[in-house]
């Protein structure tokens, strides 16, 4: 239960930092959930992350398991309000602010200006990572085969993952 002010905080900032998406967070949730809090590992994490991607719905609601883990049915429910409630508030302020500066002479350099932040962040997600699901020649063999074929093909990136659980079935079998 003394975890729940911690999970608000925690969860609260991370909804700021997703600008991009959800991998755009990954890092600061890695050090956050992992490194300082310890709520889970970092292999969890990414189990989870993977299994928020495949699932339907917002691919962020991987969260409310790491709140559950923290703070119980309450942890988890202050884990989807606090991670959600700053974002849409903030995204329904400036979306009716952004209207109103439409002729602004600053707002096309501060649409340039965020782009490259946004991919910035999203790349320093896959980064950290990779760092943590990368971890011999095997990962690393399915990671540039997936990152290969997605940018030579248009597949269905799901068959990717059911591919990739195949290989992962033969090439780490327990011996």
């Known amino acids: 239960m003394n975890q729940i002010p911690a999970v608000a905080r925690v969860f609260a900032f991370l909804s700021l930092l997703t600008v991009g998406g959800g991998m755009a967070a990954f890092p600061e949730m890695k050090i956050l959930t992992v490194d300082v809090h310890k709520w889970l590992t970092f292999p969890q994490l990414i189990h989870l992350y993977s299994v928020g991607q495949m699932a339907p719905g917002p691919n962020m609601m991987m969260i409310v398991s790491i709140g559950q883990w923290a703070g119980g049915l309450l942890g988890a429910l202050v884990t989807v309000l606090a991670f959600f409630g700053p974002t849409a508030l ?76 195949i290989v992962g079935i033969f090439s780490f079998m327990p011996k």
């Open 90 to 165: 903030l995204a329904f302020v400036i979306g009716r602010l952004w209207k109103r500066l439409e002729k602004w002479p600053w707002r096309t350099s501060i649409q340039q200006g965020l782009a490259p932040v946004s991919i910035g962040l999203l790349l320093a997600g896959c980064f950290t990572m990779a760092r943590g699901a990368v971890t011999g020649l095997e990962t690393a063999t399915i990671a540039v085969g997936v990152l290969l074929v997605l940018l030579r093909y248009k597949i269905n990136p799901a068959l990717l993952v059911v591919g990739g659980w």
